[in-house]
């Protein structure tokens, strides 16, 4: 383990010359290899070499401090590569979700004034070369992955291959050599265009001081953290969470591993067996979905055996491990059992049997999920953060955390609630300085006495912070009620008979939502009342069958019991189709956009209103 003293981080860029002498030769990088399917290995040394040729192909390119380059690709080495060559001349990154739509290109390239893109795959290149040709601004497309068919009428994008031999010169190693020594830590790093669920994307402003504060405090609070562990990257490096980790890692030693391709991640997940991993909520849904319905389907010796397992090991982590607490010699027997029996086993099946630290942050995670998590070992770290806060604000320590809380504040970032709305407002060297060149946007954002405004409310009890609600999600009812729809969708969530929920409320005079089940369990269910299905693979006409309505408002019921009668739901439509990113329905971070939802599916939210 390294003291902390040995970090001397001042500038992202310097993490290029930790890798080349710190862990020259400790395996950094484990990648895929898209021919063979087999697992390759690069040394410290090697990422090094590779970062300081993308930065002296960016040299003889002829950027300057300050310029912005985009990277519009999945998550690849060479993404990482580039990122940091970008750093080394003191540039400017500014990653496209790969996701993006023409128009979103074209958006942000004008925004950042950027000329120069790389471009990951054949969707990636297809977009940026029809921005290019259609409505200029970019003056060079550079291609990672070989296999990308150019236009016939290309001439001036490159593959990432040529790119590297062009900048293989003296004179450019001389020029990223005067940069790297003139980095100071007030210099932009990245750009990152708010995924948007609400108006145009604005790009925030991070600089490398939010970067390296957020390797120190990690360190700190994190201090077995180290070169024996492996960290997963599968969410996308265009996200500040996955950004900020993967320099939290390298800066730390940590082998990362990285998917390019997130839907395999189930797949991978057993062959590459992290210690460490960053995600969202809706990963650990799943997990818990999967679970619970391996249970019900079990007989019921094995799914008694397994419940018992799980009240047990809630009772033993969160009721004594975690309040530092001494068990009984009885629990700690029976944990010690099922930890090595019934917890092993689940973890095994989906990769997670060497986990230590799994951080999640990005929207919230259901309480009973959270407890489920640790009650089979699974060491969940519920952190909160924004894009405009580099990442953590707030996060689980290790032990002794506070289960319905988004974690202790870490030292550097400060925080207050406002009086009136009770709004988490933030200071400190890991917030923004602001949105890039967009004034309206900055004046709404920050006080007059300059704290951020993140828009969400919460409590603060000591250094712990508690999530309330997000205020700009706040519905109120034509009853004058308020609504807080994130709360009600989790609820629904959690249960493995609902993928996703959209909740209807704002304006009208009781809550509704919209809802796309897991539709093989719900046939199942209403096979099992007798219900008569005709096409099983025709969601639209199952959704409309009154048994299978009853059968999911019967959930329902259950789920909110515990909510106020005016923030039950009332009604609800099935829907044959998951919201999706193709239709801009969800962002990449999977979060909702509410008014695109709403305008999709106005003609169904009407019916609801109906007397």
């Given at each position: 383990?390294m ?13 290029i ?42 040299a003889q ?13 999945p ?16 540039g ?53 992955d070989r296999?990308?068919?150019r ?13 590297i ?75 500040i969470?996955?950004?900020?980790w ?30 460490l ?48 607490k001494?068990p ?36 919230l ?77 900055n ?15 919460g ?40 993928e996703?929920?959209a ?9 509704s ?15 099992e ?39 039950k ?7 044959a ?5 193709e ?18 599916y ?10």
């Amino acid at each position: 383990m390294m003291e902390s003293q040995d970090l001397h981080l001042s500038h992202l860029s310097q993490i290029i010359g930790r890798l080349e002498t710190t862990f020259r030769s400790h395996r950094i990088l484990k990648q895929l290899n898209p021919k063979t399917q087999t697992w390759e290995w690069l040394t410290g040394e090697a990422v090094a070499q590779n970062c300081m040729q993308a930065a002296k192909g960016l040299a003889q390119l002829g950027l300057e401090p300050g310029d912005c380059i985009g990277i519009y690709s999945p998550n690849k080495s060479e993404y990482l590569y580039t990122e940091l060559g970008i750093f080394a001349l003191r540039g400017v990154s500014v990653p496209f979700y790969s996701t993006c739509s023409p128009d979103q290109v074209h958006f942000i390239v004008c925004s950042a004034g950027i000329k120069v893109i790389f471009v990951g795959e054949q969707y990636q290149y297809n977009n940026a070369y029809q921005v290019q040709r259609e409505r200029g601004q970019i003056e060079r497309i550079i291609i990672y992955d070989r296999a990308v068919v150019r236009q016939f009428d290309d001439n001036t994008s490159i593959y990432y291959d040529e790119f590297i031999r062009i900048g293989d010169s003296m004179p450019s190693e001389t020029k990223v050599k005067i940069r790297m020594s003139e980095a100071r830590r007030e210099d932009l790093a990245v750009l990152i265009y708010t995924s948007g669920t609400t108006g145009e994307p604005k790009g925030v402003q991070v600089l490398h001081q939010a970067f390296v504060e957020q390797v120190k405090r990690h360190h700190e609070v994190y201090p077995s953290i180290g070169p024996t562990d492996t960290s997963v990257n599968f969410l996308p490096l265009s996200h500040i969470f996955e950004k900020a980790w993967v320099y939290v890692c390298w800066s730390l030693g940590v082998r990362v591993a990285i998917v390019t391709n997130p839907k395999r991640i189930q797949e991978l997940m057993p062959q590459i067996k992290p210690t460490l991993m960053c995600n969202v909520p809706r990963y650990w849904e799943k997990v818990y979905q999967g679970v619970m319905a391996h249970i019900d389907e079990s007989l019921a010796p094995i799914a008694s055996l397994f419940r018992r397992a799980i009240k047990v090991g809630r009772r033993y982590k969160l009721d004594y491990w975690n309040k530092y607490k001494t068990p009984p010699v009885l629990l700690s027997v029976e944990h010690w059992i099922y930890k090595h029996t019934v917890y092993y086993l689940l973890k095994r099946a989906t990769g997670l049997q060497n986990g230590r630290f799994f951080p999640t942050a990005g929207s919230l995670l259901s309480e009973p999920i959270n407890e489920f998590l640790n009650a089979v070992d699974i060491p969940i770290i519920i952190g909160y953060g924004l894009s405009e806060s580099c990442a953590t604000v707030s996060a689980y320590p290790m032990r002794g955390f506070e289960l319905s809380s988004i974690g202790e504040v870490f030292e550097g970032v400060e925080v207050r609630i406002a009086p009136d709305t009770q709004e988490i407002q933030l200071r400190g060297e890991t917030i923004t300085p602001g949105y890039y060149y967009n004034d309206q946007a900055n004046a709404e954002a920050f006080t007059e006495d300059g704290w951020f405004r993140t828009g969400d409310a919460g409590r603060l009890e000591g250094r712990t912070l508690f999530f309330t609600e997000r205020l700009k999600d706040l519905y109120k009812t034509a009853n004058g009620k308020y609504i807080a729809p994130q709360q009600i969708e989790n609820l629904l969530t959690a249960h493995r008979l609902f993928e996703q929920v959209a909740v209807v409320a704002d304006g009208y005079k009781f809550v509704s939502a919209l809802i796309y089940p897991n539709w093989g369990l719900m046939i199942s269910m209403a096979k099992e009342r007798g219900c008569i299905i005709g096409d099983p693979m025709n969601f639209h006409q199952i959704a409309l069958i009154p048994t299978v309505i009853q059968i999911a408002m019967a959930q329902i019921e259950e789920l909110q019991a515990g909510l106020a009668a005016f923030e039950k739901i009332k009604r609800i439509t099935l829907i044959a189709e998951p919201f999706s990113m193709e239709r801009n329905e969800i962002t990449p971070s999977l979060k909702l956009r509410r008014k695109v939802i709403y305008q999709h599916y106005q003609e169904q939210i009407e019916a609801m209103y109906k007397e």
